[in-house]
């Protein structure tokens, strides 16, 4: 195919995705914004920061937050995945230019995880990694679509268990890493290693 028509076929698609979302925009504007559910939408993006802010270990925090990073990033790409496929939607967004759900990729679940990480350091990654995939597949997922802030569309809840478990031991991994080096002048680091 000729890259003209490519671009061209591109730009049109891309107009109409300018078009659907100025129509989400309305609707957010007109009937989400301020609403009963928008409002718990918005405390799981404040309780669960404020939460993590007075029971973390200060001294572990940096490492706690470098895993809870892998987890607000993975789970926000799967999450766009997952609506881009049609998978699932969320009918009530804090942000209206945002699909995926930022209380529960960005706030919810990576201090679940950092929580998880901190308490109990000594049991088993894997008997952890199966009671939080347990309770955001089988507990989060559908209390969320009960209040109505997520609607699954071709996914059932139990499909989260494997994805949760794994993401659950890689940042329970990340977060147990020692091979951090000190940050120092990098002119000096670069001219000692020639």
């Known amino acids: 195919m000729d890259f003209n028509l490519v671009k061209e076929q591109s730009n049109t698609l891309f107009k109409e995705l ?68 049609n998978l699932w939607c969320y009918p009530i967004n804090v942000f209206p230019l945002m699909p995926e759900f930022i209380p529960f990729d960005i706030c919810a679940l990576p201090v679940a995880t950092m929580i998880f990480i901190q308490f109990f350091p000594k049991v088993n990654a894997f008997i952890k990694a199966a009671l939080y995939a347990m309770l955001g597949s089988l507990v989060f997922q559908p209390l969320m679509a009960w209040v109505g802030l997520y609607e699954n569309l071709g996914w059932k809840h139990y499909y989260s268990l494997p994805i949760l478990f794994i993401l659950y031991i890689v940042a329970n991994y990340l977060s147990n890493k020692n091979n951090f080096d000190e940050i120092k002048d990098s002119k000096m680091n670069f001219i000692n290693n020639r």
Do not use: C, Q
């Open 18 to 85: 300018h078009v659907t979302h100025e129509k989400f925009y309305e609707l957010w504007v007109n009937n989400i914004l301020f609403t009963w559910r928008w409002w718990i939408a918005v405390g799981l993006i404040i309780l669960p920061w404020i939460l993590w802010l007075l029971i973390r270990k200060k001294k572990s925090a940096d490492r706690l937050l470098y895993a809870g990073l892998f987890i607000m990033v993975s789970s926000s790409a799967l999450d766009m995945s997952g609506i881009a496929m």
